[in-house]
């Protein structure tokens, strides 16, 4: 049998080096994930890469997936995904249209919440997420010239 491809593999995407990985807890994690198979990949990790930018064209499915069968899924708290989403910067046209398409599975999520803290912040989430949505081309989202830049390197 043929052995899965890992997603640097997958990807062509370089292992953060070993000194990069002692130095940097992210580095470590990144590299954590790159030797996962996509099916390996935990909602964690899946959270991380959206929240990062880095392999959108894996990580990005995987999260819609994810939200579909969950609403309030997360590994840390209850709505993490929708915050990743979110925070998501790698957006093309299509990508949009797939997460508008899921907006009223999202919606439903609110309703799973005991008022409070977890509920307030998951329909602030949800709410940026559609101004996101709602805006025109590619966004920026407020971020400096050379912050984009590193993000769109891996977009």
């Not at 994690?29 to 064209?57: A, H, M, S, V, W």
């Not at 989403?85 to 249209?97: D, I, N, V, Y």
């Not at 989430?125 to 590619?138: I, Y």
Request: hydrophobic share 35%.
């Amino acid at each position: 049998m043929k052995k899965k491809k890992n997603l640097a593999e997958q990807c062509h995407e370089p292992l953060p080096s070993w000194k990069a990985v002692e130095e940097d807890p992210l580095a470590a994690e990144y590299r954590e994930i790159l030797l996962k198979t996509e099916n390996e990949l935990t909602i964690k990790d899946i959270c991380y890469l959206i929240r990062q930018g880095f392999i959108p064209d894996v990580a990005f499915p995987k999260m819609i997936q994810s939200l579909k069968e969950n609403p309030l899924c997360g590994e840390y708290y209850d709505g993490e995904g929708v915050y990743s989403l979110s925070a998501f910067k790698c957006w093309t046209p299509e990508r949009k249209e797939e997460a508008r398409k899921i907006l009223p599975i999202l919606e439903s999520g609110k309703n799973k919440f005991v008022h409070g803290i977890g509920a307030d912040t998951y329909r602030k989430n949800l709410k940026t997420l559609k101004k996101v949505l709602d805006s025109w081309g590619h966004e920026t989202n407020g971020l400096s010239i050379p912050k984009l830049c590193r993000i769109l390197q891996f977009c």
